[in-house]
């Protein structure tokens, strides 16, 4: 569990989300500024996988428009609605992606975190250039070199950015990771900052619940968090 656990309790009104959103952003804040000057400000993806459209109302009305999902099919029987009602959310796909749900992803989503193979990366392409809806994405890294993990090899990842956009025509924002369980975070997240500047992408999408404000002191400029908002998944 991470520090910023709250509890297996949902936000039930506006102000709960309000007051769990302004903790997270205090801490974001606090965390930058031991970083220094930063390009850009440090976002917050609110990582609402597993949660019904009734728990995550409260944090649109709270101001909260960032969205993060890791599964296509829940996410188009929950977003949609929710759409109608918040027209300027930004749900962005953090989950691995089968080339079979591409046409509901690029429907459903507004950035894709986890683009990991130059398959994806064409069938990204083709139902871009299909729909006409340009997806910018991030280039998932498996940093800890796991071998039940997706994204692609921290070895082969500059070149695969650069494959991604000079072949298969992509926006790529930046580079995203999850590292391994169980060990300090700190130097996974390290060696992002140094890829990150190799492939020269303006994002890195690193740090969740548990250690975000390591992640934002090293140079993260998207932290993808939770159970810390939304408490304990089921
Ligand atoms: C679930 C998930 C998160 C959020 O994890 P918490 O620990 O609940 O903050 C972040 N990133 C990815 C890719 C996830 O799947």
């Known amino acids: 569990m991470g520090v910023n656990q709250i509890g297996d309790r949902v936000a039930q009104t506006e102000g709960e989300a309000r007051e769990r959103l302004a903790a997270i952003v205090e801490q974001m804040g606090k965390a930058a500024g031991r970083f220094g000057v930063l ?7 609110a990582v609402s996988k597993t949660f019904e ?6 944090f649109l009305r709270a101001g909260q428009r960032v969205f993060g999902e890791n599964r296509v099919g829940e996410s188009k029987e929950k977003w949609p609605g929710l759409r ?9 796909l953090i989950g691995p992606l089968q080339t079979n749900k591409v046409r509901d992803a690029v429907a459903t989503f507004d950035v894709i975190q986890t683009v990991d193979r130059d398959r994806l990366a064409e069938a990204l392409r083709a139902e871009m250039d299909r729909t006409g809806r340009e997806l910018p994405v991030f280039v998932q890294v498996n940093i800890g070199a796991e071998e039940q993990k997706s994204g ?19 926006q790529v924002q930046g580079l995203m990771c999850i590292p391994p369980d169980g060990a300090p975070p700190g130097p996974y997240f390290a ?6 500047r190799r492939a020269e992408v303006p994002e890195l999408s690193m740090g969740m619940s548990g250690d975000f404000p390591t992640a934002i002191e090293l140079g993260a400029t998207l932290v ?3 159970s810390a908002l939304f408490g304990q998944r089921a």
Do not use: N
Not at 53 to 58: E, G, L, N, S
Not at 191 to 196: A, E, N, S, Y
């Open 84 to 92: 109608g009602e918040f027209p300027e959310v930004e749900l962005h």
């Open 39 to 45: 390009s850009l400000p440090p976002r917050l993806v």
């Open 53 to 58: 459209a009734d728990a995550i109302r409260p």
């Open 152 to 170: 692609i090899a921290p070895s082969e990842a500059v070149k695969f950015v650069e494959r991604c956009r000079v072949q298969h025509g992509l």
């Open 191 to 196: 060696q992002m900052v140094d890829l990150g």
């Open 224 to 226: 993808r968090v939770g």
